[in-house]
């Protein structure tokens, strides 16, 4: 079983770059989709990038693309968000997920992913 531990968050100012780390434990991780998510206060959990477990190809929501990157080290287990041009909209905690199963649903929506970490916090102050 995969386990995901999220870092790198923090705070700093609109303009700013940031670069998040996820850390699966687990030999399988090279299998799986991988995404991350951001929740504010408030709001809905949120898609914001997503790559898969073969090719690498990537998806970005809207208000994230030409900002932030999404990476993978498969030899090392982790996936990466680098973000850049921080905005204090991107206030929010930001999760990695893992899709580890066959699902339906489409790999933006957060119901495809079945593994969580627990988070790391990101706040971009105006």
């Known amino acids: 079983q995969v386990q995901l531990v999220e870092s790198g968050g923090g705070l700093v100012q609109a303009g700013a770059s940031l670069r998040l780390s996820c850390d699966a434990s687990g030999a399988t991780f090279a299998n799986y989709r991988m995404g991350w998510f951001r929740q504010a206060p408030g709001k809905e959990r949120e898609f914001v990038a997503t790559i898969s477990a073969n090719t690498g190809s990537t998806d970005y929501a809207d208000s994230v693309k030409g900002r932030f990157t999404i990476s993978r080290d498969n030899a090392k287990s982790t996936v990466y968000l680098q973000m850049n041009s921080l905005r204090p909209e991107d206030t929010a905690v930001y999760y990695c997920?893992?899709?580890?199963?066959?699902?339906?649903?489409?790999?933006?929506?957060?119901?495809?992913?079945?593994?969580w970490g627990q988070g790391t916090q990101v706040t971009v102050s105006s």
């Open positions: 997920a893992a899709k580890t199963r066959f699902t339906s649903w489409t790999v933006t929506s957060r119901r495809a992913y079945d593994l």
